[in-house]
């Protein structure tokens, strides 16, 4: 009786190890196997929570599989990003690859628990969103050169509303400020909507805001850009001329969204992801509803790609720390 | 009694001190233009008044009422399970998953705080499991962790 | 009348049956969303997304909308039944409603709360369509130091906030305060007691502590020894308003609607302190304030309509200005934006059957919401019949999964744990949580206001006293925390006197 059981057992476990390692051995063959949980590092409703839910659908019909959107929102996305990349690299947990929290946050915030270098798996940028200075439609500056030549002559007299601290507009501000020679005064909001409300409000001059947060007061007539942060004019608002054109092209930074994982990630499910992302975003349906949102550009670059873009950026926002305004 | 009330301020008293040292640490700034400190340190010292204050209230007047004797026994046990029954269900979640966390919780918590048999235990522990499974896994497909067993 | 012509063309699309549908679905989901503490519309909303795609522009709305009333009514179920307040907003129903149940009036007080949720949402709805676009450009000139102004102002009616000793709850408003303060400084990016915490980043979870404080303690309290007593009286008293219920809460229900439309449609304004300020009114009108606290359906009734027209009142912004005020209005703008919809003044002139739409379907939701619930409430009654020994146990696991759920955090179950300790020897000591909370929200929210108007002053502190509307609200403040001591001079030395 015992030496059958004996038997029976040892099968049994013989069975179990050769399915675990052929399992195992078949991993990039077959991923994703079970749904794979993409961290968006902000809380929901905002602009990147918008953008991942509008198009994850799409991008997992192209790589066969189930994407579950989980949001970790805290620290200017450096919560949510620091849980994906520090987990496991079993290519199940991945996040929402934002510039802020990989490029600025690591130089302006003390103590962020990973290297945008050394602990991220790159895998694909999906897009950009462009940023620009708004200005009340009756404000007397209807040139950036007007607001420069006034700034020029009343230092710290002009009050910028600026959406988020360590943030993509809080550089380009501090940018501007060098490139310009003036100084304009920083006033730091929570979002962009905050930032919107006060400029309306006439509680600011000036707003440096995303382009998706003061679009439909553009198209009532509340509010003008005087210039806006992108390489080319935009295609919803030909009539605002870039930063570039202005002369300020180092103010001119955008943000970007996009994919990415813990070190050690197989360079076989980092391609899965490349190529099904790629597909998608050549979608014109998707395209449609990337642009709705306003000011949000696709923007498919690989992971080495990616890579390379944001390092080069976590290299200017170190050389420019000092210059930010609120940071002594 | 009234010497809780003594230990109570004497605990805000330090709570606040601590406060207004590490407040001061984050630099106060001027009023013109307050650092991160200021705010902190401006809470901590309302609340180092105001501790005070209780403090020598609470030495110059005795309590006059006295408290009703207590019935039952004081089960701080019960207490202390209960946090640490929390405490142990939070670490252990992501690592062996919500349904069987959710099954030894139950199960645990029947059998101690309030004793039951083992069955009511085992059988309430599986009712909620599977209540919850449905609720928070079917309906509302949150993501809460699955644990090393897959479930 | 134009409007009311609009007004029926937007009925004609609400009623049509699919429609209808979304919106009962909408309800349903929203009310379910709302019942389990830590997940709040704003998530239900965003889950839901991508089904948005499919759903023609008027009912996705109408769905949203139905989410969004449904969450806040499921939030109050929570706080009266098991005193765990299902978002922030609904604290201030646990002081009174949760001892309403436990007095066997839990029937009651979910209809009331119905009710009067209802007959606010109706009345605001109205006021929103005729005074919209006015009321919008008021709101447009409160900047920070309006918002300073009037947090302070909010701060100084704690004084009527307290049942009990005045100096312990002032220590629980600076405890607030300083708890408040706990996080990346938004100014600087300086961290600020955090000690290395990557959950502490974001300072102190409001829900966790909430949980803690109300949910858990409650819990503690009623273990720490046997129970001969039910916890919950058995025998039910009636299981909806009866008359003398309705005569008491006609005044609270309509100041409540005013103060919470009116404190709504500031931006940003936390829909929690429209619900405070209503309950701390009907404490100062009632004969018998210190009942308060004890299950006075006025607590239930004020507060209730505050939050539910401080919901509408947050509409103004977004759909006059295109402006989100919130995670959940951010989600409607988003929603409406993939449709190619721009909320804002032109959302009228292009697209009337959407705006018109949305109004009717928020008339709409608010009846489908009393249509469903009231038969749930002897559903949910029944819930407090579970013998406490079980149901102890339930509340607990409500309580984690609350917590955890908001940021798929562990640590944030370990905040609500020592808030859930703090909270039971707060209870023993004689210590209010609600000030605690109320100072736990307003806190930063001031502290922000206060940085932000220096900033735009170059340090003046004229700013506060040169503009019209923050000198009133900062006058207003001086007064009513000067008014105990000319006033009643007597009961403030009798708290002194019992915080000692």
Known sequence: ?328 | MGRIFFYCNLFWLLFSVLTCVEAYRLRLGTINNPGPGFFPFGAGLTMLILSLAALFQSMARKKKVEKAIPQQPFRWWNIVIILAAITAYAFSLEKIGFLINTFLFICLLLKVVEPQTWKTAIIGGLITTIAANLVFNVIFQTQIPRGIFGF | MEVFKDLLFGFGVVLQPMNLLYCFFGVLIGTLVGVLPGVGPAAALSLLLPVTFYVPPVSTIILLAGITYGAMYGGSTTSILLNIPGEAASVVTCLDGYQMARKGRAGPALGISAFGSFIAGTITIFMLIFLAPPLANFALKFGPPEYFALMVLGLSIMVYLASGSIVNALIMVCFGLILGTIGLDQMTGVPRFIYKSTTLMDGIGLIQVVIGLFGVSEVLINVERTFKREIFETKMKGLLPNREDWRRSIGPIGRGTVIGFFLGIIPGMSVMIPTFVSYVVEKKLSKYPEKFGTGMIEGVAGPESANNAASTGTLVPTLSLGIPTGAATALLLGALMIHGLRPGPLLIQEAPDVFWGLVASLYAGNVMLLVLNLPLIGLWVKILKIPYHFLFSLILLLCIVGSYITNNNAYDVIIMVIFGFVGYLMKKFDYEAAPLVLALVLGPMMEKAFRRSLMLSDGGFGIFFTRPISASFLIMALLILLSPLFLKRTRLRENLRAGG
């Not at chain 1, 794979?36 to 953008?51: A, C, H, K, R, Y």
């Not at chain 1, 599989?65 to 620290?75: Q, R």
């Not at chain 1, 620091?82 to 079993?90: G, I, L, Q, T, W």
């Not at chain 1, 003390?110 to 708004?134: Q, R, S």
């Open chain 1, 1 to 328: 009786m015992k030496k059958r059981t004996v038997i029976r057992k040892s099968f049994i476990l013989c069975v179990t190890l050769v399915c675990l390692l052929w399992v195992g051995s078949s991993q990039a063959q077959d991923y994703p196997r079970s749904p794979v949980q993409i961290v968006i590092p902000f809380g929901p409703g905002g602009l990147t929570d918008i953008f991942w839910r509008s198009t994850s659908e799409f991008i997992a019909s192209h790589i066969k599989g189930t994407i579950v959107l989980v949001n970790k929102p805290g620290g200017g996305g450096v919560v949510g990003t620091s849980f994906a990349v520090n987990a496991k690299p079993d290519g199940y947990t991945l996040v929402s690859a934002n510039s802020d929290p990989l490029t600025i946050s690591p130089v302006f915030t003390p103590n962020v628990p990973y290297d945008p270098e050394k602990d991220v798996t790159y895998i694909a940028k999906l897009a950009a969103m462009a940023f620009g200075i708004a200005v009340l439609n009756d404000s007397p500056f209807k040139t950036l050169e007007e607001l420069v030549a006034f700034a020029k002559a009343n230092p710290k007299k002009l009050k910028s509303g600026v959406m988020g601290v360590g943030s993509t507009p809080h550089t380009i501000l501090g940018v501007f400020n060098r490139d310009a020679k003036v100084d304009i005064s920083y006033i730091p909001f929570d979002s962009g909507g905050e930032t919107v409300t006060n400029l309306l409000g006439g509680h600011t001059d000036l707003a440096v805001v995303s382009m998706p947060s003061v679009k439909s007061q553009i198209l009532s007539g509340k509010t003008r850009m005087l210039a806006v942060c992108s390489p080319k004019r935009l295609p919803d608002f030909p009539e605002f001329p870039t930063m570039g054109e202005k002369g300020y092209k180092k103010s001119s930074i955008a943000t970007g969204v996009g994919l990415a994982g813990p070190k050690g990630l197989a360079p076989a499910i980092v391609s899965k992801w490349e190529e099904a992302i790629e597909t998608t975003l050549k979608d014109p349906k998707v395209i449609a509803i990337i642009e709705k949102l306003g000011g949000v550009v696709v923007d498919f670059k690989s992971g080495e790609g990616y890579k390379k873009e944001l390092l080069a950026d976590l290299a200017t926002f170190k050389e420019l720390l000092p210059t930010l305004p609120g940071k002594k």
